[in-house]
């Protein structure tokens, strides 16, 4: 049912990366929104998360959200994105 393509697909990385496979069409996806970033790497999904992009047309926008800041966030958002942008509120 998901290989038709997707406009919108929303999951957690170990879901999306449990079901999907070759299955799901994600091409059709225009937006990219990972939130949490810094506690789905404290649990382990930096793989998966790496892999997202693949899955994406390479034209889109990615919004990654964080609590913390680190040079390991810093280094997975600059891989998940292309000419960001960092808004930081204190």
Sequence with gaps: EFASGQQCLVATPAHLNSSTGP???ASGCQYLVVDQLDLMLSM?????????PGCLPQVR???VYTTAWSDKIQSV???LTKNALCVQVP
């Design 77 to 79: 958002a600059r891989q």
């Design 44 to 52: 382990g999904f930096e793989t998966q998360l790496l892999e997202l």
């Design 23 to 25: 299955a799901i069409d």
């Design 61 to 63: 926008q990615t919004a």
